[in-house]
């Protein structure tokens, strides 16, 4: 009995101990990690919207994405691009005052809009951004024909400007089932037919993967089958806009993928709303999960 009791000690001994050394290796390993500065693949070229992370300063987010790796903030008005510049970093989508219902479809916005954005096309292409945002605007009763029609029109003299300047103009698709009730550009084919329609290579389209997989799903279809027009990508968790863990449905390692696949050297714009009290964290999450 007391060697049978000895050799039981002795044996729980031995595994309190290895319990102890594989949590002690665990620790270390995991702060090792965490401390580790990380060297993004960076196969695609990330950015984040400024809007997400508005309650910090911008010098703070910007040498949070300097350190990471990433290569840009974007949606900044002009006074906010030296800030980014200045720390190695660019703006991948320029942006102004620009209301997102009052927009190119409605003729009766020509003249504000005509008058708005000269002045931020040469000051982008100045300071050597790639892209300026645009939007259709509200239907408020238009169909989506004249709609299309007013804004071919309106945004001719500013397409040609942009095709001087070597500046692309993007429209970007929100969904109306949700944030945008009654915008126009919601879907896919519109704006690809848009697109086609001014036949231009500076006229493309802001693809938001968050606001299209609401509208119509089918993400990587939708990007193989259209990605010649689409300029520019947006992220977001769906449901709820928020982190793009695993608590929702798009797996983006498989989207971001695809849209390498299509030859593709631009940006993707994180744009989720960190739900999380460490919203720094949060995009180095959302950043190591789509550096595929």
Known sequence: MKRRTALRNLALTAAGTATLATACLSNTTENKVENTPVKLKANIKQSVCRWCFEDMPLEELADFCKDLGMFSIELLKEKEWKIVQDRGLTCAV????????????DIKNHAKLQAFYPDLIRKAAAAGLPNVICFSGNRNGISDADGMENCAVGLDPLVKLAEKEGITLIMEVFNSKINHPDYMADSTKWTVDLCKKMGSARMKILY?????????????????????????????????????????????????????????????????????????????????????
């Open 208 to 292: 938001d993967i968050y606001h299209m997989q609401i509208m119509e799903g089918d993400i990587i279809r939708t990007i193989q089958d259209n990605h010649e027009y689409f300029a520019h990508y947006h992220t977001a968790g769906v449901p709820g806009r928020n982190e793009i863990d695993d608590t929702q449905e798009l797996y983006y390692p498989a989207i971001v993928k695809a849209i390498l696949a299509t030859g593709y050297t631009g940006y993707l714009g994180q744009e989720f709303m960190p739900k999380k009290a460490d919203k720094l964290g949060s995009l180095r999450e959302s950043v190591l999960l789509c550096d595929v």
């Open 94 to 105: 320029a942006t102004g005052d620009i209301s997102l219902t009052e927009g190119f479809n």
